[in-house]
């Protein structure tokens, strides 16, 4: 795991795997070593990332590289997605403080 990625090593893919990742330009690192799955699992569903897509992850969990949780998209609404989960983080971690503050003062 790479910051909540799944990174495959090139002895943990299959040969088809390597091949499709190879013809894609998915390796990475100084080494050309690994391959981030969530982006194998994207040009397995849609045969290729168009330059100046993302991945992203519907569901926001990063790790969960399954076809129907992965779609494309441009690297402003992977921006906007990230900042809508952070914005609704802030307004249920704010609620919960308030209910806690609450119970504490009727206790």
């Known amino acids: 795991m790479?910051?909540?990625y799944v990174m495959l090593s090139r002895s943990a893919m299959t040969d088809d795997d390597i091949a499709l990742s190879e013809a894609h330009g998915l390796f990475r690192g100084t080494k050309?070593?690994?391959?981030?799955?969530h982006h194998l699992a994207a040009v397995k569903k849609y045969g290729c990332i168009p330059p100046g897509h993302v991945v992203?992850?519907?569901?926001g969990i990063k790790s969960?590289?399954?076809?129907?949780?992965?779609?494309?998209g441009t690297t402003q609404e992977n921006t906007?997605?990230?900042n809508?989960?952070?914005?609704?983080?802030?307004?249920?971690?704010?609620?919960h403080l308030e209910l806690v503050m609450m119970l504490i003062g009727a206790a």
């Open 2 to 4: 790479n910051g909540g």
């Open 32 to 37: 050309k070593s690994f391959v981030r799955e």
């Open 56 to 59: 992203r992850h519907i569901n």
């Open 64 to 72: 969960d590289n399954s076809p129907g949780n992965l779609i494309l």
């Open 80 to 82: 906007m997605d990230h």
């Open 84 to 95: 809508t989960a952070r914005l609704a983080a802030m307004m249920w971690r704010s609620r």
